[in-house]
């Protein structure tokens, strides 16, 4: 899905991922690339540059992911019938950690409804409410409402200790992503209640050490930050390495 929407710093404050990269004079949202990676066109002090981001959530809470989704894809359902047009809802971040007993589900919606009303045939537009941060987009007229909703989150069936595995997956994706050679970010970005990177666990710690000595061992160098974003904040794993990414 190719898009181009500018993501306000003053929204970018409160986003659980973007309030950490505020240095940003500009964040563009390109739309999903390559399975489940969200792309964005980024500028800092006039150097260009690509922020990749991947949403991942441990397998034993995926129930709680799962009754999330059901129910936004419940409030979507529920105004499908108030509206007229093919309507896309790009979910770019949630805080899962958040005791959504607080979340008013019918403001929520009437949000979601409204702006629906105001957009024209190939317009997007950005929507933040709580810790829901995502693109709603019309595609086409119709005299029905139809709105998909196909969440851009991975399951991490392993073990944590393996979570250079999942980081590598994101690297090498990447490099699919239209030969870019500048400045480019990395973001894993964990759901789960019970983070999976831990700077107690030793095996993991190991494993990351090694991926780091890997990386480095190829030849090119590219400007390169890799980033795990969790409820505890943001981790850098790895900056400036050599590596052929894009």
Known sequence: MSLSIVLPKFIRKSSPVFKHFLSLDEVVCRGVFNEKIIVFDVKEQNQSGKML???????DEIELWKSAQELLNN?????????QGIFRFELLSIAMNEDWKSFQWGEFSKGICDLAHELSIGESQFVQYCSIFGILTKHAYEDFGKITFNPQVRTFDRAPENLDASLMRLIRESQRE?????RSQLIFYDLSREPLYDTQNVKQAAQLSK???????????VLTEVYVIDKNGLHRLFQKMQMELF
């Open 211 to 221: 991926m780091d000595k890997k990386l480095n061992a190829n030849a090119e160098t």
């Open 178 to 182: 239209q030969g870019f050679k500048g």
């Open 53 to 59: 981001m991947m949403s991942i959530i441990r397998q």
């Open 75 to 83: 409030i979507f359902t529920s105004i499908e019938q108030k509206l």
